[in-house]
């Protein structure tokens, strides 16, 4: 099975600042069908259940905001949040979907400083 | 637009079962795969398995193998995860999802089991 980790698990940030959030896969996630990584970064806020932002390690969903993207491939993996907004503050997941048993990190806190 | 709509709260003794159903609307049902997963207070989100609405065919956690089914109705573009011989620890938000990356989720389903 394939075992995600992320790191750090808490990560304090202020205003405007790069919040960076890593990911490391324990096989690579990169699939022969497309040459792509078969990775996704998920945003939850209290009491909601998680948004999809970032699919193929690198494509942001349609309707997320340009400050957030996604880099890596193979086992390493990045989720940077480029200016962040007091309304990013959240817990952040990635997850492979390489094949079943899908899985997820740990996740990650954004907090404000 | 495409939206899963989750049955409400549930309150479980210890040893019962529970069916939660995840009502798909805004697309063909029978397209892409539903996974559920689960989310106990202030954790991480545990894959529990997945359902091919259109095959039927399942693949689940060894974790719940034995202790969960996922089925579904076409008719009515429903899929159902039941989880039986509930334990405390089974308390949770359970989740469905369209997709392998999760695209919507549903609202969520908040299970408790307490004696």
């Known amino acids: 099975d394939i075992v995600m980790t992320q790191s750090p698990d808490s990560l304090a940030v202020s205003l405007g600042e790069r919040a960076t959030i890593n990911c490391t896969s324990s096989q690579s996630l990169l699939h022969s069908s497309n040459n792509k990584s078969r990775l996704a970064w998920y945003q939850q806020k209290p009491g909601q259940p998680p948004r999809l932002l970032i699919l193929w390690a690198t494509a942001r969903e349609s309707g997320v905001p340009d400050r957030f993207s996604g880099s890596g491939s193979g086992t390493a993996f990045a989720l940077t949040i480029s200016g962040l907004l007091a309304e990013d503050v959240a817990i952040y997941f990635c997850?492979?979907?390489?094949?079943?048993?899908?899985?997820f990190g740990g996740g990650t806190k954004v907090e404000l400083k | 637009q495409v939206q899963l709509v989750q049955s409400g709260a549930e309150v479980k003794k210890p040893g019962a079962s529970v069916k939660v159903s995840c009502k798909a609307s805004g697309y063909t049902f029978t397209d892409f795969d539903i996974n559920w997963v689960r989310q106990a207070t202030g954790q991480g989100l545990e894959w529990m398995g997945w359902m091919n609405p259109k095959s039927g065919n399942t693949g689940y956690a060894q974790k719940f193998q034995g202790r969960v089914t996922m089925t579904r109705n076409t008719s009515t573009s429903t899929a159902y995860m039941e989880l039986t011989s509930l334990r405390s620890d089974d308390t949770a938000v359970y989740y469905c999802g369209r997709k392998a990356w999760f695209d919507p989720w549903g609202q969520g389903t908040l299970v408790t089991v307490s004696s």
């Open positions: 997850q492979h979907y390489y094949s079943p048993p899908l899985a």
